[in-house]
């Protein structure tokens, strides 16, 4: 069993004092702004809004209209244009202005209900200094988190994911939290435990369940999850699998997952595990970072 270790010294509140939202002059971002500004709002943030590209009085005007019409607190809304390659231009704002969390919105694939990250999502995300939220379908309106799904595969930041993903969803109210665990290696665990008798395979089956639920709950010890209605779940197929897959079942609008620096988290399993999670997103995707 992993030991389990919580971040100590932050304040998830103190995490968000800065939000940082990745702007194109496209027709979704006015709900981007909306979606954005609720946060905000929330979390008692500062704005960054960050565009890539030249600077014009028109798209000022345009940008300020909006602003205006989204009802930003200017005082609060820090506005930031550059000139260069997008992604280098996003992370370099974003270390620079000291931002938590960056905000960015997904595409959707022509004639398919399914969402996409491109190559400068994916880039954004592995290389961004902070927690990034990508939203798949903005509202002006803004999006009512309901459903939010964390992942508790035992990972070195699995503790800091589930903390950060219950006090964000008793902050905007949700309505119920799953937390999906994955066996490790359940295949070739389960593969031994056949060579023994039925019972004894069913038992094993039954530990290794038990195993996870513990390492979900001792977790949870340390973390208070107020009027939260939790489920945990444990599956003995890939994660990242898994997650999409439950995701799509119950309608989740929210999937939290992690990615620790130290670790080189997603050197390792980007291209195996979460290719096919960020090419069909099934649901707005915030992945947490120290």
């Not at 103190?14 to 702007?23: D, F, G, N, P, S």
């Not at 039954?206 to 779940?233: A, C, F, H, S, T």
């Not at 997650?243 to 609008?253: H, P, S």
């Amino acid at each position: 069993m992993m030991k389990i270790r919580l971040f100590k010294g932050i304040s998830f509140f103190k995490m968000y004092q800065k939000v940082a939202l990745a702007i194109a002059f496209s027709p979704r971002m006015e709900a981007l702004i909306s979606e954005t500004k609720r946060l905000v709002e929330l979390f008692g943030s500062e704005l960054i809004l960050i565009h890539i590209g030249k600077k014009t009085d028109e798209l000022e005007t345009k940008l300020d209209e909006i602003i205006v019409k989204t009802g930003l607190d200017k005082v609060k809304t820090k506005l930031i244009w550059k000139e260069g390659k997008p992604v280098k231009m996003i992370i370099q704002a974003c270390k620079e202005e000291q931002a938590d969390l960056l905000v960015a919105g997904a595409l959707k694939r022509e004639g398919f209900l399914t969402y996409y990250m491109g190559s400068v999502g994916r880039k954004i995300i592995r290389k961004a200094p902070c927690s990034v939220l990508t939203l798949i379908e903005p509202k002006v309106g803004s999006t009512i988190f309901e459903k939010i799904v964390l992942n508790g595969t035992q990972l070195e930041i699995t503790p800091h994911v589930i903390e950060v993903g219950i006090n964000f969803s008793k902050k905007i109210n949700a309505e119920q939290v799953h937390i999906l665990n994955e066996i490790k290696m359940y295949g070739l665990q389960m593969g031994t435990a056949s060579e023994d008798s039925e019972e004894e395979a069913s038992q094993t089956r039954r530990q290794l369940v038990q195993n996870e639920m513990e390492y979900v709950e001792e977790i949870m010890k340390k973390i208070d999850p107020g009027d939260l209605k939790l489920n945990i779940k444990v599956t003995g197929g890939r994660w990242a699998v898994e997650l999409a897959r439950f995701c799509e079942k119950i309608e989740a609008d929210l999937l939290v997952v992690g990615d620790d620096h130290k670790l080189n988290f997603f050197d390792r399993i980007f291209p195996h595990d979460l290719e096919d999670l960020l090419s069909t997103l099934p649901c707005n995707l915030l992945i947490v970072k120290n």
